[in-house]
């Protein structure tokens, strides 16, 4: 079994200038809740990919890569939902040259794998997760699933009440 990594320490590469490493590390992410709804990440410890280049002075050039299964409840049918994320991130750590090349996820040279991972995923993530692309949800009337009810699936319009008193008038 692979070891855990949630924090990983940069300065214990001694990379110098321009000298860069890819390390095969493990880290778990933690579940995640959209729409009220609970949804596991797969497998137990994602494997990710971490390049790691040191830029002149004291900073890095992070590249991130993993795989990972989300798990829960399809947002339009509610059958199980189990999508395929493939995450390719770049972090950019160059203290003292201004915050937008200053990573959130790098302090004194540790690395907050966890952290960064987690949040890779969610800005990763779709604004509904479903359990296929053509999932045709559920019925509004009856709530049977559209995605087994097939093409002939449907409910009789109802009248609209406000048009009742039209209904009364008899033209003989």
């Not at 097939?150 to 209904?167: I, N, Q, T, V």
Request: charged content about 25%.
């Amino acid at each position: 079994m692979s070891l855990r990594t949630d924090t990983f320490d940069l300065g214990g590469l001694r990379l110098s200038s321009g000298e860069a490493r890819r390390l095969e590390l493990h880290t778990a992410i933690d579940p995640f809740t959209l729409g009220r709804e609970r949804y596991a990440v797969e497998p137990a410890l994602v494997a990710a990919a971490l390049d790691v280049s040191r830029t002149t002075g004291s900073g890095y050039a992070l590249r991130l890569r993993f795989d990972a299964t989300v798990s829960g409840p399809c947002m339009r049918c509610l059958e199980p939902a189990r999508p395929v994320f493939t995450v390719d991130v770049r972090e950019v750590s160059q203290p003292g040259e201004g915050d937008e090349l200053q990573s959130p996820y790098v302090e004194g040279g540790i690395l907050d794998l966890h952290a960064w991972v987690r949040d890779a995923l969610a800005l990763s993530l779709p604004a509904t997760l479903l359990c296929r692309e053509e999932c045709a949800g559920l019925c509004p009337t009856c709530g049977a699933d559209l995605n087994a009810a097939g093409p002939d699936h449907g409910h009789e319009r109802a009248s609209d009440p406000r048009w009742a008193k039209l209904s009364e008038i008899r033209f003989e």
